[in-house]
C-alpha cells in the first residue's frame, strides 16, 4: 500500500497491543484482521469482534476495516453492527489490490465491502458495492459539481471515456440516472459524506 496521502504510524503483532497502540498514536484508520492472537503465551483468536465495541466506544472517530479470511454471515453482521466501515476477504484480490484507495474513501467517510460481504449486511444498513475506482469518480464529481466530464477526469489523470464508463457503472448500481443522483444516492446510503470531506494524512503533525 504506497501513496503519500497514507502514513503507517504503528503497527501491532497481538491483541494485547491493540489499546496501547491506539492511545500513543493517533489513528484515522485501523486495519485489522480478525486472526491476530491474544499474545505470545496465548495463540488462541483474539476475540476482536467481541472489542471492537468497546474500543470504538473510547475512539469513536476510529473507521476500521476488516481484513479476513472468515466470511460467516454472523461475523460479518456482528462487525457491522459493532460499527467497523469496511469488510475485505482476503482472497478479494482485486480490493487487496487497491487498499490504498479503499484506505482513502473509508477515511473521508465511506464505506467498502467486498463482494458477498454486501450481500451479508443488516437490511436497513446496506451499501451498493460499486468499486474503489467507481466511489472515486463520484467522489470527485461531488467536490466539483460544476466540473465537466473531460475537466474531472484529467483530476483523476485518466480519459474522459474511462470515467464516463466508471460513472455510468456506478449509475447502474445505484439504480440512478445522472451524475446528481448518483451524488445524491451515494450520500443518502453512506457511501459518501453528506458534506465533502478533504482527505487528511494520518500524520498526526
Do not use: C
Request: hydrophobic share 40%.
Amino acid at each position: 500500500m504506497s501513496t503519500k496521502e497514507i502514513q503507517v504510524v504503528a503497527s501491532a503483532s497481538y491483541g494485547d497491543e491493540m489499546l496501547p497502540m491506539l492511545r500513543s498514536n493517533p489513528v484515522d484508520v485501523l486495519l485489522l484482521d480478525l486472526s491476530v492472537p491474544t499474545s505470545p503465551e496465548n495463540l488462541n483468536q483474539y476475540p476482536m469482534i467481541y472489542a471492537l465495541r468497546g474500543m470504538l466506544d473510547e475512539f469513536p472517530d476510529l473507521k476500521v476495516i476488516i481484513i479476513s479470511t472468515f466470511k460467516e454471515r454472523g461475523l460479518v453482521k456482528a462487525a457491522v453492527e459493532r460499527g467497523v466501515r469496511g469488510y475485505i476477504y482476503k482472497d478479494d484480490q482485486s480490493s487487496i489490490q487497491q487498499l490504498a484507495r479503499i484506505v482513502l474513501i473509508v477515511a473521508s467517510g465511506g464505506n467498502y465491502f467486498s463482494a458477498g460481504a454486501y450481500f451479508e449486511l443488516p437490511e436497513d444498513r446496506t451499501r451498493k458495492n460499486i468499486s474503489p475506482r467507481q466511489l472515486e469518480a463520484l467522489a470527485v464529481a461531488a467536490a466539483y459539481p460544476n466540473e465537466t466530464t473531460d475537466v474531472l477526469a484529467r483530476r483523476l489523470k485518466i480519459s474522459g471515456s474511462t470515467l464516463r464508463n466508471l460513472l455510468s457503472n456506478a449509475y447502474t448500481r445505484l439504480g440512478v440516472r445522472t451524475r446528481s443522483a448518483a451524488i445524491g444516492r451515494a450520500r443518502e446510503i453512506g457511501l459518501l459524506p453528506s458534506i465533502h470531506t478533504p482527505v487528511i494524512s494520518t500524520d498526526s503533525n
